[in-house]
C-alpha cells in the first residue's frame, strides 16, 4: 500500500521524508490557509522539489478550465512524471479527469463520498480515487464499507486506478485501511509517527537496553567520582562531614596503608547517636569496624554481578575494588535511577 503524507507544514514534511519511503505528499488549499500561505505557487513548486509525487489541486469551474490550470502549474516548472493533480468530483470534473488523462497526466478524483461517485471517477480514468473516510464518519455515515466496496470495483471490473484512503484521523484508519485492500493513504503526520508505537514494543525495548546494559558496562564506568573514606584514626564526626559533602549515605573504612576495613553508613550512625548519644561523634571509626568485612565488587565486573549482589545480599552500598584495595562505592540508589533495579 502507497503510503502518501497528508501536509504542507515544510518543517513536518522534512520530518517525515527522513522515513526514506515515503510514495509522496498530498495537499489541499485548506491546508495551505491554514499555515498563512500567501504564495501558493511558489509553495507547490518548493513542495515538489521536497517529494517524489506531489499532489496538488487543479481547480476550475469547467473542464476546459481545470487542464488550463493544471497545464498553468506545468508551465511553471512542475514534473508531470511526479504530479498528480487532484479534481473535485462532478461531471465537469470527470470530464477533466479524462482531458488529463488523456494528456498522459495523473488525476486523482477526491471528495468522493459515494459509490455512484468513485464509479464515475475510474470510469474516466482516474489515477486515484479519494474517498474522504474521516469526514464521512463525522457526519455518521458508513464510510469504511464505502472504501471496501471501492476496492472491491477495482479489482472485479479491472479498473487501473488506486483506492486512497484519506480524511484520516487516528492510527487505527490505517490499520482499517490495510483490512479493507485500499491501495494508497494519505495520512497526517501526528498519526504517521505513532504507527510504530506500541507499550509492549516500549517495555520489551527498555528490557533489552537495560540488558545490555547490564552485560556490557563495567562496574568502573558508572562508579561515582566521589569516594568518601576515613582511617581508622579518624572519628566519627570525620565520617559524618565525608558523607555529607559526598552526598553518599556511606563511607570506606581504611587502615593508614589504604587496606579495606569496613564501611560505615548513615544507618549505623544513627544507630551509634541512639545508643550512645552524642559522645560517639568523638570516637574513633576503629571502634566502628565490624568483624566481618563489608561487600566488595571489583571495577572490572560488569553491571550484572553489581545488581546481583544488591538483590542476593540485600545492601545498599558496594565498595569497589581494584588490585585489592577500595577506589570507590556503587550505590543502589545509582542502579534504581537508571532502570537497573527496579
Known sequence: MELYLDSVDFKEIEEAS??????GLTTTPTFMHRHGITDIDGAILKLAKMVDILQVEALGDTAEDVLAEAERLLALGLDKEKTVFKIPVSNEGVRACKML????????????????????????GATYVCPLVGRLQ?????????VEQCAQVVNYYGYNTKVMFSSVRHAEHVRTALLAGV?????PWSVMKKLTSNNFTTVGTDQFIEHTRLLTIRVKEVIRTENPRVTTENTVFDALTQMTESGLGAVTIVDSQGNLKGIFTDGDLRRSLKEEGKA???????????AQLPITINSEALLYEAVKIFKEKGVDNI???????????????????MNLIG
Open 183 to 187: 491501495h494508497t493513504i494519505t495520512a
Open 101 to 124: 488523462r488523456n494528456k498522459g497526466l495523473m488525476v486523482n478524483v477526491h471528495l468522493v463520498y459515494t459509490l455512484n461517485q468513485a464509479y464515475m471517477a475510474m470510469a474516466a
Open 18 to 23: 527522513k522515513l526514506g519511503f515515503l510514495t
Open 280 to 290: 560517639v561523634l568523638d570516637q574513633a571509626m576503629a571502634k566502628m569496624v565490624q
Open 319 to 337: 565498595i569497589v575494588l581494584e588490585n585489592n584495595l577500595p577506589v570507590g562505592m556503587i550505590d543502589i540508589q545509582d542502579f534504581v535511577k
Open 138 to 146: 463525522d457526519e455518521g455515515h458508513d464510510a469504511l464499507t464505502l
